[in-house]
């Protein structure tokens, strides 16, 4: 992708761009391998840092058949 489709992304979504972002950071620093808990928590720290709002493990209806 290059610098221009960049910006234009973060102009159009600068809300999931600022969440992809931080998830960028927790792989960054911690790298791979770890179990989901670990960057669940990270990413949480993260998102905190950043002031953006979330809510953990929201339920979620799905239907199934």
């Known amino acids: 992708m290059s610098e221009t489709e960049a910006r234009d ?12 972002g931080a998830a960028m950071e927790v792989h960054r620093v911690l790298g ?3 179990l989901e808990a ?7 720290v993260e998102l ?3 002031l953006i709002p979330f ?3 929201v339920e979620l209806p799905v239907t199934y058949k």
């Open 55 to 57: 809510k953990r493990e």
């Open 9 to 20: 992304r973060k102009e159009r979504d600068p809300q999931t761009y600022a969440i992809i």
């Open 32 to 34: 791979p391998g770890f």
């Open 38 to 44: 670990v960057y669940q928590e990270a990413l949480a």
């Open 48 to 50: 905190d840092e950043q």
